[in-house]
């Protein structure tokens, strides 16, 4: 390993070019506007692959944005690891709340600036790194890599099941290794072992066909903008902060006791909570604390909300449509399509008469996940982390989703490690993205010691 | 009477004309880019009047958008009747919901199709045009006239009031006529005897200083977007339909007996009212009848709500800002002032502790008003919009709100007419609006038709 520990020293400012680069590409997979620009970050990805050394490198096409698959078989008797990831980035959101144009990384107080970086462009970039590090130091791998790399995780991963039932040979493996979560806090590496699921949807309601006049029609008809705010706050309970959808916990389950308790031995979270979002005060279901809520219960957001005049000044319209998007966050045993189901059956029991539900879209959907702190392949995690960065890791979990993680794990048959290398105030998703330099030197490492670690951790069972 | 009579028929064609190259200006006063259409429609206006052969006409600027005046007080003994207009519009809202151009206006079905065509370009036309036909067939008019139309009245008339005040004397005379408002119904011609007030406010709530990631933080904080329709929907009981906020009834006085046993002789609305707005039921507060909650009771309504995502797919933001338009609707003796202190205080009292409520405007503001059915000036109205349609007017009133009827008729100690030509369902403020151009003759009939029956109606007090 000191030979590929002194790799990634030497190649530690190419490695950041590299990043920079990738960052400078605006893969908003949402965006048709930026068709080209995904294509072109996933070309970007497959010649990084190749400059790495891998033998084998694929852009498959999707009906809608490309895989990048990438493979290394060169020990038939080693086990096999998969690193997932994905070059698509969010939206920008309003130009304006950013600092520094979101694709043209700059770098500033030891982290760099960019739409995309923790999510998942540096993340992503340490795995191939540290596989680049290991063939430039002996021209071999400890054990068989696979590369699946996607452009469609921040509009719901839709292509990539049916890739990989088509290619479930190709992808056969020991172990999913994903790097696109937070650590617990800046300076306390940490393991992830648990995701939620997310169940997103639209809706529109509708009152009058056409936008009124608010005077001549004012005590008239109904108002669709005032209608979807009762129905919208019919959805939780705010003394509470409990969704109250019928039906909505019946299948939460509690963790085990082994992990609220070692959430409970963590530095307390709120200071720094209060300090990350700015909100007055901290929110949530009451009864349960804060790692609790984000981690082990489900949530209710609404990510957006229109209708009726939005522009400047004061048009005096009572409009026709009003619509949401509402999102919520699940866990274990909660099902999108069950919370789907019950989500319509509210909206339809508590819809006015005055009202039609125009359209109610289910956007996005992804099962939660989570896996045992006692498997092998999560231990050398927990090994290869401690050499990376230089500290014991702690279990976490995460109140985000990534959908896949649920998907490739029961697909394949396999566990998954979360290797998250980001922070919680990174910015992913909102104006101002960021990625610790520190993190993604000592993330590198990491993933350069986990190929070595997981050597003799499992029962090889070949590159299939 | 019968030489301006003929004249009105042997002009029809060119008014007509007069009319659609006043509808090709999009004078939308609300819009800063709009600004050189604005004043192209106050030379228009100002060109037009001198074309009907006004001895005296003007163009006043304002801080914003000028006032157009001219006069002709040839007989010093007869009454000075003020006709008051707007050549401004409301803005268009969403073009695609558009059957053709806005500002390309298209003759269908006996009506004229732009907007602005009814509010107020077409309805402030036919005074023009009765005056030009009098001064056609006689060079002379029954009574001294004054024209004041403005070019800011769909964005409050904010410099109206100080050019009235500046111009007390100026705009001596002995009653108003205003048509800017609808007919009870097609065939139906009305007097309007009352307005309601309006005050119109915007208010931001924001929860975190940022937009977060709804994964990350979903469960840690309060959601801007769910707290504002928890906002929103305290102002309203659903069930009944009432305003929540605390006081708002208290200065509500009842419409005369008379006035409210007439309304209920005049043909049922609820029909018409279901087919104008195509709402699946009307809505309202709960013991009211239809006219009376538009005419004489107060409503309120959310004219609009953003925040957080609302472009297409689905970004997982909790965002950190949402907001609202809201306006209540007034009547006698409710103020602006007073409502939006209740307002302001109701917010206050149900701002969530998880919140700061950022911003809240006074966007808007117009007092309500009401005239007797007995005054003289209302009498020969009466009788003239019965010549003009060949029909007996009904007395009624509008839901909507001209503050400037208020503030003029108190500034200048004086009656009001209104002289309403319009249709509830002619799309003012909303998509395809449209004017009725029978509707448009006989108004130009009625308004030369006033002239004549106000000649002896009242007490000259000469042109000032």
């Known amino acids: 390993m000191e030979a590929v520990v002194r790799a990634i020293e030497t190649r530690r400012e190419r490695s950041r070019q590299i990043l920079e680069e990738f960052l400078r590409i605006p893969s908003i997979s949402t ?7 995904v294509v072109r970050a996933a070309e970007f990805m497959a010649e990084t692959l190749r400059e790495a050394g891998l033998p084998t490198v694929e852009i498959h096409d999707t009906p809608r944005h490309p895989v990048v698959y990438a493979e290394w078989r060169g020990r038939p008797d080693a086990p096999t690891i998969l690193v997932y990831g994905h070059y698509d980035v969010q939206p920008i959101g309003d130009p304006s ?3 520094s144009p979101p694709f043209e990384p700059r770098i500033e107080e030891g982290k760099i600036w960019a739409r995309g970086a923790t999510d998942d462009k540096g993340q992503l970039l340490t795995h191939v790194l540290a596989v680049e590090a290991h063939l430039a130091a002996s021209r071999s791998l400890p054990v068989n890599v696979k590369f699946l790399i996607e452009g469609e995780e921040e509009i719901g991963s839709e292509n990539l099941e049916a890739f990989v039932r088509a290619h479930r040979e190709k992808l056969a493996c020991d172990a999913l290794v994903i790097s696109d979560t937070a650590m617990y806090a800046p300076g306390v590496p940490s393991l992830c072992t648990g995701l939620r699921g997310i169940a997103y949807f639209e809706l529109t309601l509708r009152g009058p066909t056409t936008d009124l006049h608010s005077g001549a029609f004012g005590g008239a008809v109904d108002n669709p903008a005032m209608a979807i705010a009762h129905l919208l706050s019919s959805l939780k309970d705010r003394a509470t902060g409990r969704v109250l959808i019928e039906g ?4 939460v389950v509690e963790p085990p006791e082994e992990e609220k308790s070692s959430w409970a031995n963590l530095p307390a979270p709120e200071e720094r909570y209060l300090q990350m979002t700015g ?6 279901e009451r009864g349960r604390g804060l790692l609790e809520r984000i981690w082990s219960r489900p949530s209710l957001d609404v990510n957006g909300v229109w209708g009726g005049f939005t522009g400047e000044g004061s048009m005096t319209v009572l409009p026709a449509r009003a619509s949401a998007k509402i999102s919520m966050r699940l866990v274990p045993n909660q099902t999108p399509a069950d919370i789907a189901a019950k989500t319509r059956a509210h909206l339809d029991r508590h819809l006015p008469e005055t009202m039609v539900l125009e359209r109610f879209l289910e956007l996005h959907e992804g099962r939660p996940w989570t896996s045992s702190l006692d498997h092998p392949a999560v231990q050398a995690a927990f090994r290869a982390i401690e050499r990376g960065f230089g500290r014991t890791p702690v279990p976490t979990r995460e109140g985000g989703s ?9 697909a394949l048959g ?6 998250g290398l980001g922070q919680h105030d990174e910015g992913a998703h909102g104006p101002n993205e960021h990625f610790d330099l520190g993190s993604f030197h000592a993330g590198i490492l990491s993933s350069a010691h986990y190929l070595h670690e997981m050597q003799g951790a499992l029962t090889g069972r070949g590159s299939g």
Chains 1, 2 share one sequence.
């Open 279 to 284: 909100a007055p005060v901290l929110y949530g």
């Open 248 to 251: 909505f916990y019946d299948d």
């Open 97 to 99: 709340e950013w600092t």
């Open 31 to 37: 965006d048709p506007d930026h068709r080209g620009d």
């Open 402 to 410: 990534i959908p896949i993680v649920s998907m490739l794990t029961e």
């Open 414 to 419: 396999i566990p998954a490690v979360m290797m």
